[in-house]
């Protein structure tokens, strides 16, 4: 089975700067995708950025991007100049690529609350 | 731009009792998905369905839960004889067959209270 762990239960960072959030991974798989989803105290769940394994690019989405080392098995969330309205909680996820006709439920890590220093 | 849907925002029910959850995906998603959440706890896979059946389900998921598609639009989580650690968050998600098919999408969830 797949495990998803984010070690930073809490980060913090001055409106503006820029925040990494760590994420390792642990699989046997070599097809997979990985995703960072946001939870703002409304509690929705909201997709931030998408990396498919077999793609070596890192993503990137405005001012989020992604540090994809597939050997590391490590997918860490860039957030460049911090905003307000980036707190929240933030979720790393893991889907299986070998997963045909919906057999593809998402493992998360236990989040890392990201606060926002004004 | 579509959203995921799910009715109601809050469910509070007694101990014993059954409750249904609803989702209403977006609509042209195949494949429907149930998530939980403890507060303050990560988000946990409960079942996926496509094809008017399950596709998978966790070790969560047991033989109180049941899925169901009862019309073209809803899609329902029943929990029969909730017990108290049952409280939880309920997410529930779709994905399309086509386009960005390995996203899911997500609805505001329903916060189920069990006392």
């Known amino acids: 089975a797949q495990t998803v762990t984010q070690s930073q239960p809490e980060m913090s960072v001055q409106e503006a700067e820029t925040v990494t959030l760590s994420c390792t991974y642990d699989?046997?798989?070599?097809?997979?995708?990985l995703f960072w989803y946001k939870q703002p105290p409304s509690r929705q769940m909201i997709l931030v950025i998408r990396?498919?394994?077999?793609?070596?690019q890192n993503a990137t989405e405005n001012r989020f991007s992604v540090n994809f080392q597939k050997a590391a098995k490590s997918f860490s969330l860039k957030i460049s100049d911090s905003q307000l309205g980036d707190a929240a909680m933030y979720f790393c996820a893991y889907r299986s690529g070998d997963s045909g006709g919906g057999a593809d439920g998402l493992t998360f890590g236990k989040g890392t609350h990201l606060i926002i220093q004004p | 731009e579509p959203e995921v849907t799910q009715t109601p925002s809050h469910q509070v029910t007694q101990m014993g009792q059954e409750v249904i959850l609803r989702c209403v995906p977006i609509s042209n998603h195949l494949y429907f998905y149930w998530y939980r959440q403890i507060l303050g706890q990560k988000v946990e896979f409960l079942v996926s369905f496509y094809n008017n059946e399950i596709s998978e389900k966790s070790e969560i998921f047991d033989d109180q839960f049941s899925v169901e598609r009862p019309d073209g639009s809803n899609f329902t989580l029943k929990i029969r004889s909730t017990k108290l650690e049952d409280s939880a968050m309920y997410f529930c998600?779709?994905?399309?067959?086509?386009?960005?098919?390995?996203?899911?999408?997500f609805g505001p969830g329903t916060r189920l209270t069990v006392l």
């Open positions: 990396q498919e394994a077999y793609k070596q």
């Open positions: 998600a779709s994905r399309p067959l086509a386009g960005v098919v390995d996203t899911q999408y």
């Open positions: 699989t046997s798989e070599s097809d997979y995708y």
